[in-house]
């Protein structure tokens, strides 16, 4: 069984700092791992995966992660954040050769002027 | 990337009365598509699994009489909440996995329907 746990259910910054927020799995298998953006009241947005490889991923809007095995984590992070960054962000893991994934509980990024 | 439509967006209605949700793959075919629910400020919970041409598989919990799913086609999944109470109301959201023989690596999911049930 697989689980997520999102340590920070709200993250406040200032726009123009750098953000990280932390995501850490548990599985027993190899995995896919993955980040998505949800904005209110909407669907999930992809941001970026990993599958393989180098273990740094850059996705979309200039959000970067970096997989490490040892630590089983998988942290986001954007060196300057803006006002519309501000949403729920959710990490997700699945089996690999599954696709169905296992949400964390999700974090606020709330960007302040 | 893939698309994936949800229909309605928000719906307000009745309690007693049963709701549909609609959930297209608008340019692949999705042989399985998935429905979760999410509470506010809460990660999203698998509800059930859809599969085309037969049976839903359920997540424990979840009331497959009270939650109807159906998926006629490769491009059209429903899920009608039936006898809807005020605790039903909540943000469902579907996804599904695109078709293509190879090894899949993500779902696609919809926009969401808002339910608020009166």
Redesign the interface.
Known sequence: AQSVTQLDSQVPVFEEAPVELRCNYSSSVSVYLFWYVQYPNQGLQLLLKYLSGSTLVKGINGFEAEFNKSQTSFHLRKPSVHISDTAEYFCAVSDKGSYIPTFGRGTSLIVHP | ?AV?S?HP??VICKSGTSVKIECRSLDFQAT?M?WYRQFP????M?MA?SNEGSKATYEQGVEKDKFLINHASLTLSTLTVTSAHPEDSS?Y?C?A?PFSGA?????F????T?LTVV
Do not use: C, H, P
């Open positions: 990337g994936v949800q967006s928000r399985t998935f400020k809460q990660s999203l698998l699994t943000f959201i996804s996995d090894e899949n690596t993500e779902a999911f919809g926009q969401g808002r």
